[in-house]
């Protein structure tokens, strides 16, 4: 049988490694302009801080992260409409929900300095909007895998879901007791490794698996 021919819209969908790609190298790559920096005790937040010394890097490394991901997003939503079923859809949906919050919440508000210590207005707003994405995060990944799992309808999409919930859950559980030394199971100089959990693996990974299902014509399918 004669494969179809890869319309725009799947091709769109390598934005999504792209995306990844672009975070990744801010991730790794930033501290080389932040003298000092822990990668494992700091959060990734510090590094595009309004005061951080890597922010221009950071920039210039992570300029095609928030564009590509959202165009990524936005055409496996297209792609999906009246595709898979209603559960998945709505999964992906929220996730899109998720990514635009990101992307526009910590543009807007990035945090005043490097640090956890911050109390302006800026900084609360960089902890609600961090909040709102793990919360979206979450309950997205979580409807992907009951959409996908159920009547085993799309158990590989599922399981990458689970995959990066587990990261993302790990990441927040990590993080949590990081800041909590009283209770000595997570030391605060591991801070950082379990917040790149959440934002580097869980999130953006996940996307890159959406944007590459988006490219081979995996989405376009209907499951009810």
């Known amino acids: 049988m004669e494969k179809s021919k890869k319309t725009l819209i799947n091709r769109l969908g390598l934005l999504g490694v ?22 494992m005790s700091q959060a990734v937040s510090d590094l595009s801080a309004a005061n951080s010394p890597s922010l221009t890097l950071w920039n210039q490394l992570s300029s095609l992260y928030g564009v590509t991901g959202i165009v990524c997003i936005m055409m496996v939503c297209v792609a999906v409409q009246g595709k898979l079923s209603k ?7 929220m996730f899109a929900v998720m990514l635009w919050v990101s992307n ?26 961090t909040a709102a994405v793990v919360l979206l995060s979450i309950v997205s990944l979580i409807t992907i895998m009951v959409g996908g799992f159920r009547k085993q309808r799309f158990v590989s999409l599922a399981s990458w879901a689970a995959i990066a919930l587990a990261f993302m859950l790990a990441g927040g559980v990590g993080t949590m007791l990081a800041m909590a030394p009283e209770v000595g199971i997570v030391s605060m100089d591991h801070f950082g490794i379990f917040q790149r959990f959440s934002n580097l693996i869980a999130a953006t990974g996940f996307l890159a698996v959406l944007g590459m299902y988006l490219f081979l014509g995996k989405l376009e399918k209907s499951l009810e």
């Open 87 to 93: 559960t998945l859809r709505l999964g992906i949906y």
């Open 18 to 39: 792209v995306s990844f790609l672009s975070y990744a190298a801010a991730v790794v790559f930033s501290p080389l302009a932040y003298p000092g920096y822990d990668w």
């Open 104 to 129: 526009v919440g910590f543009t807007v508000f990035p945090l005043s300095e490097s640090g956890m210590g911050g109390t302006a207005f800026q900084d609360i707003m960089h902890y609600v909007v």
